[in-house]
């Protein structure tokens, strides 16, 4: 425990929430949660120099993005800007629609940007990781589109 005081006292954790519109779904509605190393640990702080890889994350089964704020803080104290895909938190979550989510905010971040605080501040790559559910979902989408058995 004592690492990660030291570390969060190294670089404050800035807060902001996207909303991204993914028309090729109906106009599907992805929220995304977004921590970013900020110059102090408030909502829409300044970005604090970038520019910053992303890392898009997905939740587990039953849990939220705020779930993940202490890993979520690790990483951005290691550089990276985090978007904590808040979709599919329900009893019945379609692991198809989250994989295609979690893909969605990765693509249209590296090929669009983003605008608000972080505009200019993502390097032109994303990571895509998650725990559980989040993990899954993103692996079997992968393995369709690939033709690969798990």
Not at 21 to 35: F, L, P
Not at 73 to 80: D, E, N, S
Not at 99 to 121: K, P
Request: hydrophobic share 45%; glycine share 12%.
């Amino acid at each position: 425990m004592c690492c990660w005081t030291v570390l969060q006292a190294q670089q404050p954790v800035g807060t902001t929430n996207w909303l991204l519109i993914d028309d090729t779904r109906g106009g599907r509605e992805i929220a995304c949660d977004v921590r970013y190393p900020g110059v102090s640990a408030t909502a829409e702080a300044a970005p604090d120099n970038g520019p910053f890889p992303l890392v898009v994350f997905g939740h587990g089964f039953l849990v939220g993005p705020q779930d993940y704020d202490d890993l979520a803080a690790g990483l951005v104290h290691a550089g990276y800007v985090v978007a904590l895909v808040a979709t599919e938190q329900t009893f019945a979550p379609s692991h198809e629609n989250f994989g295609l989510d979690l893909a969605f905010v990765a693509s249209a971040l590296v090929q669009d940007g983003t605008s608000g605080v972080l505009a200019g501040w993502l390097q032109p790559h994303a990571a895509i990781a998650g725990h559980s559910m989040g993990a899954v979902s993103y692996t079997h989408l992968r393995a369709h589109e690939t033709g690969r058995n798990l």
